[in-house]
């Protein structure tokens, strides 16, 4: 994990992107996220590509540990 000031941030993040409370990131949840204020549509299957290459425990989400780990606490 990263330091607390950090964490801090991704659990703002997460409250951001977890639209239904449940403390992990769909792939549906990101997609809306990513497609906000863009006009454009992401295709689902790169969201799906970009969670399963983060997913250390292959629930088909990110949690908080994930997400902080793949944007590697810059």
Known sequence: MCC???KAE???LLSVLDKNN????SVDELKEFLEQGRGTT???S???K???KHDKDKDGKLD???LAE???CA
Not at 22 to 25: L, N, S, T
């Open 4 to 6: 607390p000031a950090k």
């Open 10 to 12: 991704m659990l703002e």
């Open 22 to 25: 449940d403390k992990k990131v």
């Open 42 to 44: 992401l295709d689902k």
């Open 46 to 48: 790169i969201v799906q």
């Open 50 to 52: 970009f969670i399963d």
């Open 64 to 66: 908080l540990e994930e």
């Open 70 to 72: 793949c944007l590697a």
